[in-house]
């Protein structure tokens, strides 16, 4: 690893200052407002008795999950996409990362006949708002399975979640491998990749775009590496968080 | 007034507790996380140099305001106006409501050529969310104000903000005039008030609406008498937060 | 009262003439093209056996109604909602104001589970299309109530309607309260009403808004004394129309 | 011709009773309220100087059209357009119809760099909506080319129309070719069409469309001489009515 | 006929080439890749057991069509319309035109409750897109019937087409007629009509339109012949099609 | 490498039959239509001089990409998002990967300020469709970048293509890491990733979902590889491709 010292002063395998205040929304059957440095996400889980339409009979349930942006959460502000009248490619793309992601995680018959939406919305933005949002997204899932299972919506010793799961960002800037950047070093990346990780350390996303040059199988590899450490010490601390007790 | 106790506790002319953080927001050049009781409205003001095409050149400013909730605010998850693909009427209502407030207390001329947009958004709703987007609305809108002063874009001695305001809701239940009426009450309330005032305490605007049985004067003016105390206290506090320095 | 003369050579109390063209319409169950001076909504209801399906098997019915603008009612054309693939902000606000001023004089218990719906198409506007609206709207109520009784959709004996409704708008000039504004007076006008009053003097709704400086207690007073005044008119008027027999 | 009779006692190749009541709106620069028996379409002309941008610096004008239905302009009751937030096929197609007709009369040099725009409003449907609308139209777009004259956005000598234009319908009912289908016989018709023709008698669009049977060359003819006599009578009305002075 | 030649060689009433690939789509029930010259349009047939719940029930099926361009079909690009989002006018225009002329030659009691979408996609356009669209339909709806017979949705002695159908542009320029107009010659015609035939020579549908000067009766007598002339042809190419086997 | 046959009789590490039919418009400056295998997709790229207003000034040019299906591409019929009026979230992410493709290998300093829109249509679905759209994406481009040569748009000895670009999917099934998936190995693979390879070899995009059970280091290295070789294929067909002339 590099000496390389960044902006905030932080060396390159190190990630922001990570915060999860759980159970934040006092309506939500699981919920977190998550930071990653400045990058604040509120996310909620809902959850219902019974599927959608063509879902029901099966035995299964379903957990799927949306995000969206405050108008001011950014630096310039955007409009809002109701305003628009339609969802940007960048938002569809995330809340099916964000779904695809938990869903990785669940066992959908042992959920039963049970609907959770995610919802993850970026109070303030700063890099990585994807990533925080599934860490966090993971923790009001979680709860909202427990609150299914007091209600008795779900069993009381069905397996739900099979592991936890985390994300954060990795990119290549002048040439050195960095972990979780900020928003000034997002936009200066060659490379940017998002990994999602279980906490057993497998993936269950891997995106890697090449936003200059394109990349080798060497930075690949180092870009791995380092996602797989980042989102090893965000599992602890989501297993610090849930420990704690509601 | 009478001897009535609320589910919560309070008299009949007693506020939620109100907690106002100001300048939430990183980004934002102003902000303001405020709480009505469960109710919480972050508040972002977005300063721009420049006017919208159809005033440029009048040597006036603009202020306009978004209102949205998250679709989890409040006990059911509702749906997304961005996924929709539509603003609800009720949104654009208050959205609508929140401008005409601010704009009535603010000088267009000696704003100069700039815009502020006012965006805010619910992140927990339990009754009373326009007016306590209103009173926070107001801490965005000072601050950024002076954030353009400071930025040169306002003149030094430009007296923009005409007063202050700030806004409560009012209501009859069981007969009774009470003030700031949290969810639970707002549902089973016969006349439900907004009233947007002053710190002067002049009305900007009274929207009283029989959900039950219609309304007498002498039930107006009593809502109206609550609506004027409960603004007058509102203004207190707006006064001491932005006293406070930032 | 104050001997000021208006550009139309009314007194400050005065109303506008009010005509009534009651069945205007061939194919609705009710209707009515109502005048208030220059702004002329045609007014229709079409009553369905039934009700929507949230509402089914609570013994209820449903009134709700639509409020719409002709593109070239008004001085300059406005491009059609239709085209533009959206409803604005006032028209979801009036339509919404129309259906509450309706549904106050409404007993949904005895008008059963059937259905109506109001459709308020403003043909040419001069201020005042929203009270002129309701006004009109009860007729077209009346009789589609009447017409479900004749087609025993409805009891015999059920008592529908509570009461009627009407309403104007009054605002204040020059620092003058004025009743029932055409389109030159209310821009000019700085506090800005429309009050909707039942046959028997009582508020459904009170709608104040400063446009120019904020108003206080007194003001509000001698606004809300025309208004009931005017609406007394009106429900005089309404009586008359439908006593003549259809 | 046949000695049929029609259920409204009209023979085969009558025309219902036809009003037009011109100078109807008094926000328009031209306008007319017509009715084919209990088909009602107000019909307003928009005149602006200038034209949209794509055409700008051509010295040439601009004619265009936009038709809708009130909700309960027919039997039943269809939902708004705008609250669907899509326009129709069906209203689509008779905007462009009746855009075609009035451009094929209309000069568009001698009209100079000025826009009409041309809405047609059905607020009674009894079929032959599109036709009442074409012929209306043209009253109020020969008012507001006046209009534009008496205010010299047009040269005093500048010959804008060419010619008029009116619109009938015809159809095949029972093998029995007749004029002006009222919407019970429209309903029942085999064949369908609608015929636009100057007032010189030659044809601007002819639009046949088998419903039931295809149909042969002499049922068209047929339908083709009923539908310029018809038209023939319409231009006579169209004369007269704008012979007798606004 | 005149002895004139056209840009591409033909005479005044010959068809450009026609070419037919009949299966073309490995997926639907029925499906032609159809050219009219430079006009290439891909038409699919989707069978599907059941028809749409407001025909449930009455023992009939349902035959429908949506027509579509590829944005650079054209010369210049266009716009998406899902992109754009909304439907223009001529998409919907046409669609509903093919629609129609598929259902006048189909027995919807013999195609008994089965639902045939038909869908026109047009990758390369260069005029008379909408006629070659109805004209290769028929060829993937006649598949699409007899898929549905193999597999028993349809009776094995119903017959369920009536005739076969097929479409053809013709037009004035220069005061000549001519047949199957290509996209250069569409944009200088006075006169355009499109015309739709049955197999045994009977019309289902006549659109024309004055682009230019009006027409007279001897001109639409000139155009129906040419397009009776050309849609015999087509005809016969649509036999051999369908005869030569899947 | 295994020795597993697959359904289609491909060994694990092979591509589907390839083809590309270079120049299949007629109207486009550059276009292919291409397979691989069932699935069928139409690449055009439409050159215009000039570049959005955002981009005017800067000297460089734009490269943008959209993606869509027929809504019969697939085995079952899906409705067109035009008509739903708004595009869905895959269509939007797969647009967005093209793009970002294409931008990969083209100096858009070098383009000048020329912009190159490029639609890939997909004309029937088996597997692969992205991966597709991309590799015949790359032909289009390079022949619309030619065009703007001819026409003088580009400088005659600017590099604007740094590179060739291809992309092919890859999968774990069975346990077995598969190159380029068909429909029905698609639906059953626990892995899927797509890969964007450069001619020299180096990655643009690598996306890996777990879809079923998540993946270790050891699985992606061998999915990262295969999808290397099959894009060097990929390459060479390609070049071959392009080497023939138009």
Redesign the interface.
Known sequence: MSEITRADGRSVDQLRPVTIERGW????EG?ALISFG?TRV?C?A?F?NGVPRWLTGKGKGWVTA?Y?M??????D?NN??????????????I??LIG?ALR?VVDTKALGENTI?I?C?V????GGTRTAAITGAYIALADAIEWGRRKKFIGQKSQVLL?SVAAVSVGIIDSEPMLDLAYVEDVRAETD?NVVV?G???????????EG?????RE?DAL?ELGLAGCATLRDIQTETLGAGE
């Open positions: 929304s006092a309506q939500a919920s400045g509120l909620t809902s219902t949306e969206a405050l108008p001011r959460a950014t630096n502000r809002r996409e109701s305003v628009k009248g339609k969802i940007g490619g960048r938002t569809h793309e809340s099916r695809r990785a939406v919802d919305d109070l303030q933005a700063d592991d990749m279980t057993r350390g497998l993936f269950v996303e891997v995106q890697g775009t090449a040059a394109p990349f080798d199988k690949l791995l």
